[in-house]
């Protein structure tokens, strides 16, 4: 068994378990719903068939609060959020800079312009579209924006560790990634391990 197995996967397993119910509460939610936001973890996504609820009533309710957060949050049409200084430390850039007071609210406006066509250019909407509908749907999803990329984790794929405040102090992430992307020091802990990597769907990370 490698380090891999007896640190973070045992670690999982053991998190994972203890919350079965819960997840047990989260396919059923699902089933009322949109069932491929959270199927059943026996599926199988080549050869099992979920039931299209896009004409039930419950994934007309989910798909309308997602539609209105999404709107709420991240219009097109205005900035998501509000670039601000102190009165006082724009007086003190005015006399720094010797500029006038609108150049500096001018420059935090263009701002916020920028982020939102960051926003677009980097195709973020959809991403944030899928994290909002698992929030509706089962008020749970880990959101990483630790990368280049905005990513979002179903709570089936990810387990916490909290101390006594409730603060997480441990979050592993179940992932499965194709063998030719890993990095070379990843293939060379996968192949001492005696693995046959090129045959394996699921790589521990």
Known sequence: MDQCDKTAKSEFDFLDGQRQNMLDRFERLAQLTIPSVFPDEDYDQQQDQLTDGSTSLGAQGVTHLTNKLMNAMFAPSR????????????QKYVQQLG???????????QGERDAMMELEREGCREALYEGMTHLVEIGNVLMDMSGDELLFTSVRNYVVRRNAKGVPVLIIIRASHRYDDLEDAAKE?????????????????
């Open 79 to 90: 900035p998501f959020f509000r670039l601000s200084l102190d009165n006082a430390i724009i």
């Open 189 to 205: 802990a996968y192949e001492a391990a005696g693995r046959t990597a090129q045959y394996d769907q699921e790589v521990c990370t």
């Open 99 to 109: 500029v006038e007071e609108s150049v500096i609210t001018d420059s935090l406006a």
